[in-house]
Structure formats: C-alpha cells, structure tokens
C-alpha cells in the first residue's frame, strides 16, 4: 500500500468545470509534488512545495492551481481545462525539497470531455 | 538539462529468466538514480535506488549497477516472475528534479 493518498482516483470533467485532487500523506516529509503523466510516457514534474511554500513551477499554465494548506496536504485546483489535460496526475513525497527518494501516490486519472 | 535514455522499451522473458534494462545519463553532476516499477492503473512504485558513490546495489532478486565514467547504469532482475510484468522506469538526478528515461514495458511469459 502506497503512504500517498491521493483521492478521488477518477475524475470526469467539463472544459467550464471547477474541480480539485487531493494529496495526503503522514511520513513527515516536508516536500510535495504534483506530476503529470501520460499514457505510456514517464511523469512529467508541474509544482514543487517545500515547507509549504511553492519552490518551483514547471511553467504550468495557470488553469492549474495548486495549494498547500499544511505539511500533511497537496491540493490542486482545476479549472477551464482543455481536452489535452486529460493524464494521470501523480503526487509524490519527499523528506525535503531535493531530497531523495520521492514516494508516489496511485494518481488520479483524469478526463476531460 | 540531464537527458535520460533507456533500451528497451519492451523486454518479453520466460518466467525464471532473467531481465536486464539499460539507461544512460548525459548530467555528470546527477548523484542520484532510482528505478520504479508502475503497474497497470497504479503509480510509480520504487523498487530500488543507487548514489553515485557506489557501483552495486542488491536487494533480493533485484540489483542495479553504475558506471559513473561511462554515464550508465543497469537494472537486473534474476528469477522472473509473472507478478514483475510492469513498466519500469529508471531515473537520474543532482537535486529535487527526476530526469526519467522513456520507461521499458517488461512482459514475464508463464
């Protein structure tokens, strides 16, 4: 069983819809990732939070947006997004930004009609 | 930036058998390289990692080796079995970004 909860694990979406995935994990890491993949291709890094603060941003177009609202939570909000954007959106943990291994979560697999 | 590369993308073996993925890195400065293993519907899972100041690393049936002065480092899993089928993922990094290869489909024939 994986330590990184991520919920829901399907979401389906209109392009004008608002929606959120959710991260968790209780290993004391102090370090969390949002990734998105695509079928048959390896995860591609979006954000980077380090101690709660947003450290890196892999220019992400701004109809994502992502939160950290303490050490144990990742949020990442959805909105306008395009039919591209349907992924699998992975989060990962690590003990601090830089930090090695980083623990992933089972994803949420998203689609957008 | 680093630029992974890893052969093959498919790997097919006959249970009992032997696996062996390749990957090599282009960042002298990469310190750091994991392998994952993610099965269907599920996320990368890490199965095992090396730094670059050691040459081997063993844990059961899995091993992985590195060469640093040829930028390359290797997979082997001995004894396969039908529940290693997965696509596995090598990776190199120097800090928080994980620079992955294209990943090799490993099929474990019964």
């Known amino acids: 069983d994986t330590e990184v909860t991520q919920t829901p694990k399907h979401l389906v979406m209109g392009m004008t819809n608002k929606k959120s995935l959710k991260c968790e994990q209780h290993m004391g890491h102090r370090a969390m990732y949002w990734y998105k993949q695509k079928a048959k291709k390896p995860p591609e890094l979006m954000f980077v939070?380090?101690?709660?603060?947003?450290?890196i941003n892999e220019s992400v177009p701004s109809r994502f947006s992502p939160e950290c609202p303490n050490s144990s939570l990742l949020n990442l909000h959805l909105h306008a997004l395009q039919p591209e954007d349907s992924a699998l959106y992975l989060c990962?943990?690590?003990?601090?930004?830089?930090?090695?291994?980083?623990?992933f979560g089972d994803g949420t697999r998203l689609s957008i009609l | 930036g680093e630029n992974v590369e890893q052969h093959p993308s498919t790997l097919s073996v006959q249970e009992g058998d032997s696996a062996v993925i390749k990957c090599t890195y282009s960042d002298s400065a990469s310190n750091y390289f994991p392998w994952y293993k993610q099965e269907l519907g599920k996320g990368p899972q890490l199965i095992i990692d090396?730094?670059?100041?050691?040459g081997e690393k063993k844990d059961q049936r899995i091993a992985v080796t590195l060469n640093k002065t040829a930028k390359h480092f290797s997979l082997h899993i001995t004894e396969t079995q039908p529940e290693d089928s997965a696509v596995y993922f090598c990776?190199?990094?120097?800090?928080?970004?994980?620079?992955f290869g294209a990943g090799t489909t490993v099929t474990v024939r019964a």
């Open positions: 990962a943990s690590s003990s601090y930004a830089g930090g090695q291994p980083q623990h």
């Open positions: 939070y380090s101690y709660e603060k947003l450290s």
């Open positions: 990776a190199a990094s120097n800090d928080y970004k994980l620079s």
């Open positions: 090396i730094r670059s100041n050691v």
